[in-house]
């Protein structure tokens, strides 16, 4: 399969504008970033405003919002407010709140920051979802079945959520390993050769070591993999397909901590799906690698529980994953 030279910003479409103009936001500098900052904050009152008064509220112009129009890929103002009504629209239809995204505050009670943490989890697999270029996931897939091997990279946070990832590839029998010290990472891509395959994960696309590493494979031919919640960042810069997460976290998340479910998404979607076309090698290794660590898991009962050392009664039985034994 043939791999384009580059990633294609998206265009704004209907029911999905509010999704790629987070993304956007960091590419956006000025009275532009005015105009997004007014709109993101207040969608509602934004799908309502003429031009005049998004204009006015944003402190900029008429010409300003049409120039910002222009800028994330929508014919005119018209389509603005239409993109923005049609994405409130489906989201109050699922059940959405609006600004669910905002902050728990310090005096919340812990039902309500429950819900507040679903709906916001919720939301952003729901918007990655939609928003996901199935296109390049299908290359990427196809990249990882044909590679010698493949090569993660992250730091911090991230780099838990790859080791995860890279886990379930190793024992499918895909050649990986997971990189979050840039030394070593950067001795790894440096030995990449063409028809291999390095994926990166940074969530704002701006984490100097991870774009290091991910350049590096690039520079040595690698098919480049980048999963951001930024796509207008330098990771983006350095990749052959950019995967991107849809998200938004109240302030007392981190980002990283808040994206990790829709990250966890497109990860499980590639792993299932190069588990699906390599199935008969994938269940085979699968079974070659449950055999070698059943002798680490704890015995059953006849009455169907496991036990622990002395008997100790620990859970119903059951089969767990590896990683979650």
Same mark, same amino acid.
């Given at each position: ?196 395959? *390095?994926? @990166? ?6 984490? /100097? %070591?991870?774009?290091?590493?991910? !350049?590096? =494979?690039? +520079? ?52 299932? *799906?190069? @588990? ?6 994938? /269940? %085979?290794?699968?079974?070659?690698? !449950?055999? =070698?660590? +059943? ?31």
């Amino acid at each position: 399969m043939a791999v384009p030279a580059g990633p294609e910003p998206a265009e704004a479409g209907a029911g999905q504008l509010l999704v790629q103009l987070r993304g956007r936001l960091p590419g956006l500098s000025g009275a532009l970033r005015q105009v997004a900052d007014v709109i993101l904050d207040d969608p509602e009152w934004a799908s309502r405003a003429t031009i005049v008064e998004l204009g006015e509220r944003s402190g900029t112009s008429s010409a300003t919002v049409t120039r910002f129009c222009r800028t994330i890929g929508v014919a005119g103002y018209t389509e603005l407010r239409v993109g923005i009504a049609t994405e409130l629209g489906r989201a109050a239809q699922a059940g959405w709140e609006v600004g669910i995204g905002a902050d728990v505050l310090p005096d919340d009670p812990l039902d309500r920051v429950m819900r507040t943490l679903l709906a916001v989890d919720l939301r952003a697999m729901q918007e990655t979802a939609a928003a996901l270029d199935m296109r390049a996931v299908a290359a990427v897939v196809e990249g990882v079945i044909g590679a010698r091997r493949v090569d993660f990279y992250a730091i911090g946070g991230s780099a838990a959520v790859l080791e995860d990832m890279q886990l379930r590839m190793h024992r499918i029998g895909i050649a990986s390993w997971t990189w979050s010290d840039v030394h070593n990472g950067l001795t790894s891509a440096a030995l990449l050769r063409p028809g291999d395959v *390095a994926i @990166a994960l940074s969530h704002s696309g701006r984490t /100097t %070591e991870t774009v290091e590493m991910l !350049a590096q =494979a690039r +520079a040595r031919g690698a098919l480049t993999v980048a999963l951001t919640n930024f796509v207008p960042s330098p990771i983006a810069d350095a990749a052959d397909h950019v995967l991107s997460t849809s998200v938004r976290e109240p302030s007392f998340r981190s980002g990283a901590m808040s994206a990790r479910h829709s990250q966890i998404l497109v990860l499980d979607l590639i792993y299932l *799906a190069v @588990a699906q076309r390599i199935h008969e090698q994938a /269940t %085979e290794a699968f079974a070659v690698t !449950a055999d =070698a660590v +059943a002798g680490h898991r704890t015995p059953t009962t006849s009455s169907g529980v496991r036990t622990g050392h002395g008997g100790v009664l620990l859970s119903p039985i059951s089969q767990p994953t590896e990683g979650a034994r």
